[in-house]
């Protein structure tokens, strides 16, 4: 799903997405059939609610007031067109405050659990024995901003955009539409192939069928994803250039302004109706969101808590010293809470073939200096690593794969077993940020830990420019690579197919497998059980999670994200919604 882009923090900067399960509906069903929970419970866990009730209200909350939103990049070139919103922060706008999907996540606060509810469907879906066809009915009365009815003609176009892999992109939506929608004719997209028919979307009435090519149970979850919803068919307001900072709304709110990298403010869409949402509120009467800001500034402006920081807050979390000043001056300021996203490094594994010497990496790597090192918070935005799958996901188990415990460094057993393995002096070669002090420093603990476990350790600086090209080059002398990795939603599906599934010949880059893992064997696996009903696949993931790791190790996890924000003293309800690690806006209302 979500691959990070280079900054501070091992140097790259985590993004969000979702994660886990708890009880709940099986979607198509007749309900009472439960989703396991993760075994390690954690706060991200979600569950499926077909019968959601609309409208949304939260007691004592008053309309009205501007929500300053900083943010340090921010929107900067991110499009907040619906089929091409993939980075966390624009996808979570979207899907809180602008557009609507077939499905939702609804944030509960009172079990810190993220609810999938029906959105512009008036269900999670009905599907056939195999789960090969999706049906969705579209809920009456839906408008776009301009009054006009949302119509299931323009729900399947806004899907057939996400087809398009050159439009848009090849990550993100485009992903799942090419693996598991129905394609015998190369439909791309009304863009790219206009004159094809598109043969897994067809209409009937107000109910939409999606066929797919493959079994799919996972569709309520991909639902939610903003590409799963409505695009106005009129070339004149959809075009992909305008419509990525000019999305039509059919959500509460609507952009009145976009300058991107600076500032995004969004005004009340009057033709929104909240008996048709059973997941959104419309409270605050306008959002400003500011990117460009300082850490620093922000921290000093919610510390303050005077003049419009009583009415802001932000989605990047705080330095330890300023985190751990309010939560002593007041820490009913705080959102603290979790994401779907683990840190990792990934030896290459094509060129480190010793299981010995990728496991001695693990052991020499020095965590408790990178997580100072990243400025990072212990156990609040740093949860030391163990398995892939962070906590909350369902059927995650928590097991040693280097037989210590999380974030155990210990220099003398790598340097054991690289001398057991005839592979001392052995070199390691990876890239980190050349413009970032942090990661530079960073960089140059890593080494010396590497080095005196006998390693010859070869930190490479690379410009932000060159970042993505030398990272993902599959020749060359690199031969480890540092990412995260943030779930779509709470399921394996997301993870391992992704970023451990065999090489792809086609594509010359390494994609997202950074560690360049190929067992067919595994590969088989992942096939097997991402056709597996949902109940079943939770299990079934948590167990190939352990048996990569312990018979592969070609992932060394770092840690696990969390989030530690503040608010200004007149902002109610921010809370982190764990399905995206971001603010919850569908909550959040000013105290006036």
């Not at 799942?176 to 009937?204: M, N, Q, V, W």
């Amino acid at each position: 799903m979500k691959i990070t882009a280079p900054l501070a923090i091992l140097g790259i900067v985590g993004t969000i997405t979702l994660t886990a399960c708890g009880g709940g509906s099986q979607p198509g069903s007749d309900g009472g059939v439960s989703t396991p929970a993760g075994t390690n419970g954690g706060d991200f866990t979600s569950v499926l609610d077909s019968a959601a009730p609309a409208p949304v209200t939260i007691p004592g909350a008053t309309r009205g007031g501007t929500v300053t939103v900083l943010s340090q990049s921010g929107l900067s070139g991110e499009s907040l067109d619906p089929t091409a919103a993939y980075v966390t922060d624009a996808q979570d706008i979207d899907a809180d405050l602008i557009t609507r999907a077939l499905t939702q996540w609804k944030y509960d606060p009172k079990t810190g659990r993220s609810v999938l509810v029906p959105d512009l469907a008036t269900d999670l879906g009905r599907h056939n024995a195999d789960y090969t066809v999706w049906r969705f009915t579209l809920r009456p009365g839906v408008k776009w901003q301009d009054g006009t009815p949302v119509t299931v003609q323009q729900l399947e176009y806004g899907i057939e955009r996400s087809f398009d892999p050159e439009t848009f992109s090849q990550y993100g939506p485009q992903t799942y539409t090419e693996r598991y929608f129905l394609d015998d004719d190369g439909y791309e997209g009304p863009y790219l192939t206009p004159h094809k028919a598109d043969h897994a979307l067809s209409i009937s009435g107000d109910t939409l069928t999606i066929r797919m090519k493959k079994p799919f149970p996972d569709m309520p979850y991909l639902g939610a994803m903003p590409a799963m919803g409505a695009v106005p068919t009129d070339p004149a307001i959809s075009a992909p250039k305008r419509y990525s900072t000019m999305p039509f709304s059919d959500g509460p709110y609507q952009v009145r302004s976009d300058v991107p990298g600076k500032e995004l403010v969004l005004v009340r869409n009057r033709h929104w109706d909240p008996a048709t949402d059973p997941g959104r509120t419309q409270y605050p009467a306008e959002y400003d969101f500011r990117s460009g800001q300082g850490r620093e500034q922000i921290d000093q402006i919610l510390l303050a808590d005077t003049g419009d920081g009583r009415t802001s807050l932000s989605y990047d979390s705080l330095s330890d010293v300023d985190y751990q000043k309010l939560k002593s001056q007041d820490p009913s300021q705080l959102a603290v809470g979790s994401t779907p996203c683990t840190e990792y490094y990934a030896p290459d594994y094509t060129k480190i073939t010793d299981i010995r010497v990728r496991r001695a990496l693990g052991l020499a790597f020095p965590y408790q200096d990178a997580m100072l090192g990243a400025g990072a918070i212990p156990d609040a935005t740093w949860i030391p690593a163990t398995s892939l799958l962070p906590p909350g996901t369902p059927g995650r188990v928590d097991y040693r794969p280097l037989g210590v415990p999380a974030n155990t460094t210990d220099v003398a057993a790598a340097k054991k077993l690289l001398t057991q393995a005839g592979a001392v002096g052995f070199k390691v070669v990876w890239p980190y940020l050349a413009g970032s002090t942090q990661a530079r420093q960073i960089a140059q603990s890593v080494a010396a830990s590497f080095d005196k476990a006998g390693f010859d350790a070869d930190p490479v600086p690379v410009a932000e420019a060159d970042w993505w090209n030398t990272l993902l080059a599959k020749d060359g002398t690199i031969n480890l690579r540092e990412s995260s990795w943030c779930s779509d939603w709470p399921s394996g599906l997301t993870w391992f197919p992704d970023i451990l599934k065999g090489e792809n010949p086609k594509n010359p880059t390494i994609d997202n497998n950074m560690a360049v893992f190929d067992e067919k064997s595994v590969d088989a696996e992942m096939t097997t059980i991402e056709a597996l009903p949902l109940p079943q696949q939770a299990a079934a993931w948590g167990r190939l999670d352990r048996e990569i790791e312990t018979k592969y190790y070609p992932i060394i996890p770092i840690s696990y994200d969390g989030v530690a924000t503040a608010h200004g003293s007149a902002i109610q309800g921010d809370t982190i919604d764990p399905a995206y690690g971001m603010p919850n806006f569908k909550g959040i209302w000013v105290r006036q």
